[in-house]
Nanobody
Framework: QVQLVESGGGLVQAGGSLRLTCRTSSDGFSLNAMRWYRQAPTTPRELVASVMRGGDTDYLDSVKGRFTVSRDDIRNTVYLQMNNLNPEDTGVYYC??????????WGQGIQVTVSS
């Protein structure tokens, strides 16, 4: 059973920063994409950022220039540095790991709340 554990969420004022971390202690597989999604109470889950095995990244338009996704393949960890947060960034953030299988694994979600 592959488990992903997220950390780093919380409450922050608008303009502040948070750094999310998602890691797995499982081993023995090769990870391709690592992604972050988020879901607000009344909206569908949306893809926020992706980082591929080779380092290519992609971002939701509304977070470009504010969020940075990175990965550590030795530690099977993905990070999401979030700067200049605004209330529209509020939601539950989920990480997802994709293998070459292709198989995918989701984190349990972590709350990010930005107050105005």
């Amino acid at each position: 059973q592959v488990q992903l554990v997220e950390s780093g969420g919380g409450l922050v004022q608008a303009g502040g920063s948070l750094r999310l971390t998602c890691r797995t202690s499982s081993d023995g597989f090769s990870l391709n994409a690592m992604r972050w999604y988020r879901q607000a109470p009344t909206t569908p889950r949306e893809l926020v950022a992706s980082v591929m095995r080779g380092g290519d990244t992609d971002y939701l338009d509304s977070v470009k220039g504010r969020f940075t996704v990175s990965r550590d393949d030795i530690r099977n960890t993905v990070y999401l540095q979030m700067n200049n947060l605004n209330p529209e960034d509020t939601g539950v953030y989920y990480c997802k790991f994709e293998t070459w299988g292709p198989q995918e694994y989701w984190g349990q979600g972590i709350q990010v709340t930005v107050s105005s």
